[in-house]
């Protein structure tokens, strides 16, 4: 079945070091989405990239980088420069503007 | 101040009781979501809506774009039902992504 994948499910960083969030989609949607979630507070966009290749800054880019060298993975990485990491992250993918999204499992960060 | 307004926050309910989830928004929107978010944190998609209603099963969500207004019930609750409901808009224009209000945690009791 189709679907988004993120890994892992429950990931914990030492402060100062950059961190990794893997998401893949078998959908072959072209554009993804990187939000994250905190505690009373709705989803906030960080990246989303509508093409390969091509991406572009959310509402809340600062501390986080991402890359799009396939159609299939957009990979997150939360540099040290995020000030405030500890967060739930949720990989998004659509096969067009007007058409509905497809949402992984997410990943849960801790910084400790 | 968040563009997209839930209500109510929290809601607890009996099973076979009528549900329903209110969403406001105040820019110009060219499409609204429907999610459900479940207690692991995954969020399925239940609604896409641009205008008028739409019907899922035991769900139905109503649009009314003069207003800026948008509704969730949940005929029949069950509590399987309980979760996370999050309204988000589509703005038009350049932007992209969603913007989501802050949910609406249900709780249908047995």
């Known amino acids: 079945d189709g679907g988004i994948t993120q890994s892992p499910k429950y990931l914990f960083r030492k402060e100062g070091q950059n961190v990794t969030l893997s998401c893949e989609q078998n959908?072959?949607?072209?554009?993804m989405y990187w939000y994250r979630q905190d505690p009373g507070q709705g989803l906030r966009l960080i990246y989303y990239s509508q093409i390969v290749n091509d991406f572009q800054k959310g509402d809340i880019a600062e501390g986080y980088s991402v890359s799009r060298e396939k159609k299939e993975s957009f990979p997150l990485t939360v540099t040290s420069a995020q000030k405030n990491p500890t967060a739930f992250y949720l990989c998004?993918?659509?096969?067009?503007?007007?058409?509905?999204?497809?949402f992984g499992s997410g990943t849960r960060l801790t910084v400790v | 101040k968040n563009e997209v307004e839930q209500s109510p926050q929290n809601l607890t309910a009996q099973e076979g009781e009528f549900i329903t989830i209110n969403c406001s928004y105040s820019?110009?929107?060219?499409?609204l979501h429907w999610l459900q978010q479940h207690p692991g944190g995954g969020i399925v998609s239940l609604f896409m809506l641009s205008s008028g209603k739409k019907k899922h099963g035991r769900l139905i969500a109503t649009i009314n774009i003069q207003e800026k207004h948008s509704s969730l019930h949940i005929t029949a609750s069950h509590p399987r039902d309980s979760a996370v409901y999050i309204c988000a808009v589509r703005t038009g224009g350049g932007a992209d992504g969603l913007t989501f209000g802050k949910g609406t945690h249900l709780i249908i009791q047995p």
């Open positions: 998004a993918s659509s096969p067009d503007r007007d058409y509905g999204y497809t």
């Open positions: 959908l072959n949607h072209d554009a």
């Open positions: 820019v110009g929107i060219s499409a």
